[in-house]
């Protein structure tokens, strides 16, 4: 497609299962990024890809979250044994250079 | 430590007026920003961006502003709009882009 694509638009989990949520970043992209929205706040940052590799995964909250990025393109954001403060958007970006371009995101919520 | 700043959560302006929306940084070794507008249950798009060799850059009714020396940029809209309502990001373009905490414009007639 011509857009980032994520899946699913909207999760519902209970508490203490994994969760998948899944990145397709624009063609020939080589940069993906997973940020955060938790209600009223801003963009947090969670980790980046470069290719296949994750030079900066700083903003990952803690080791129940995990990411990987297979062939430079789809990407997979893994929340393990899911907590009520994991509900959020997650929003993928991807990018060839300056700026990026967003996916219409996920909606987590953990019951 | 927030090193890209939004300190207006919140601004309200009539149709027709101008909007400026304000963003501080703290990292002077920073050389482009953006800003995104955001609307509710979509990700954010890409706005209008400026880099550091320049003090303004102009699109349409959209205008950004740098001063480097104050480490501050403003985003002013004219004339503001009723579509022009939604949550409005800078960021500054690193390895990765960091946002600040969003102003929640109202653009009301």
């Known amino acids: 497609g011509a857009g980032v694509s994520q899946s699913p638009s909207n999760k519902v989990t209970e508490k203490g299962k994994d969760v998948e949520l899944r990145c397709d970043p624009i063609?020939?992209?080589?940069?993906l990024y997973w940020y955060r929205q938790s209600l009223g706040q801003g963009l947090e940052f969670l980790i980046y890809f470069q290719g296949n590799s994750a030079p900066d995964k700083s903003g990952l909250p803690s080791d129940r979250f995990s990411a990987e990025r297979t062939g430079g393109s789809v990407s997979t954001l893994t929340i393990q044994r899911t907590q009520q403060e994991d509900s959020a958007v997650y929003l993928c970006a991807s990018s060839l250079g300056s700026g990026a371009f967003f996916g219409q995101g996920t909606r987590l919520t953990v019951v | 430590d927030q090193q890209v700043k939004q300190n207006s959560p919140s601004l309200s302006v009539q149709e027709g007026r101008i909007s400026i929306l304000n963003c501080d940084y703290t990292?002077?070794?920073?050389?482009?920003f953006l800003w995104y507008k955001k609307y509710p249950a979509e990700g954010p798009t890409f706005l209008i961006s400026i880099s550091s060799i320049k003090d303004k850059n102009e699109d349409g009714r959209f205008t950004v502003f740098l001063n480097k020396s104050a480490k501050h940029l403003s985003l002013h809209i004219v004339p503001s709009q009723p579509g022009d309502s939604a949550v409005y990001f800078c960021?500054?373009?690193?390895?990765?882009?960091?946002f600040g905490t969003g102003t929640r414009l109202q653009v009301f007639p």
């Open positions: 063609s020939g992209h080589t940069a």
């Open positions: 960021a500054a373009d690193t390895d990765k882009l960091i």
């Open positions: 990292n002077s070794m920073f050389d482009y």
